[in-house]
T-cell receptor, first 114, second 113 residues
Framework: GAGVSQSPSNKVTEKGKDVELRCDPISGHTALYWYRQRLGQGLEFLIY????????KSGLPSDRFSAERTGESVSTLTIQRTQQEDSAVYLC????????????FGPGTRLTVT | DAKTTQPPSMDCAEGRAANLPCNHSTISGNEYVYWYRQIHSQGPQYIIHGLKNNETNEMASLIITEDRKSSTLILPHATLRDTAVYYCIVRVHGSSNTGKLIFGQGTTLQVKP
């Protein structure tokens, strides 16, 4: 079946502009996660959605970052007033529930802030 | 979640078994051991997980020591396509868990012809 998809695959933006990244999880997966991976670094957790529960936003690095999820489907990650340090690959993952740790990752969106 | 320690890099000859170690000496009784890998320029891929029994699937085997303080991921016949960064992660299951995975630096496995 279809895996996790993300769009766009690449995004180049000027410093100070807002960007919106999209994630389509696997159908039926109630849990959705956003991670960030800077060049040569490991993954950093950003935010987690589980069903209708309040999201875990503990990984968001600043109030310029926000995310929404419509029910148990699409999620968008918004970065306002982008900075050069926001340049990274943004990865989305989904899982059947948040109970277990088997997560399925999308290909990521490579964001470059110039 | 408990901290894990992995060697930064390993080499393996193509066709031979790759044995990737992981130390998790502070693991608690309700924490599972998960393995993921990340091939260059791709998102991480789930490989296998276990609690205390050894596990095997079509990708790999997971051997967990009796005291659960360490584990080994075994790729029985490594191919060039197995070249990747391998991450060992320990994580509880349960409603109190936020769901996130905490990735360390992992082991870069280089499979050589």
């Amino acid at each position: 079946g279809a895996g996790v998809s993300q769009s766009p695959s690449n995004k180049v933006t000027e410093k100070g502009k807002d960007v919106e990244l999209r994630c389509d999880p696997i159908s039926g997966h109630t849990a959705l996660y956003w991670y960030r991976q800077r060049l040569g670094q490991g993954l950093e957790f950003l935010i987690y959605f589980q069903g209708n529960s309040a999201p875990d936003k503990s990984g968001l690095p600043s109030d310029r970052f926000s995310a929404e999820r419509t029910g148990e489907s699409v999620s968008t990650l918004t970065i306002q007033r982008t900075q050069q340090e926001d340049s990274a690959v943004y990865l989305c993952a989904s899982s059947r529930t948040g109970w277990e740790g088997e997560q399925y990752f999308g290909p990521g969106t490579r964001l470059t802030v110039t | 979640d408990a901290k894990t320690t992995q060697p930064p890099s390993m080499d393996c000859a193509e066709g031979r078994a790759a044995n990737l170690p992981c130390n998790h000496s502070t693991i608690s009784g309700n924490e599972y051991v998960y393995w993921y890998r990340q091939i260059h320029s791709q998102g991480p891929q789930y490989i296998i997980h276990g609690l205390k029994n050894n596990e095997t699937n079509e990708m790999a085997s997971l051997i967990i020591t009796e005291d659960r303080k360490s584990s080994t991921l075994i790729l029985p016949h490594a191919t060039l396509r197995d070249t990747a960064v391998y991450y060992c992660i320990v994580r509880v299951h349960g409603s109190s868990n936020t769901g996130k995975l905490i990735f360390g630096q992992g082991t870069t496995l280089q499979v050589k012809p």
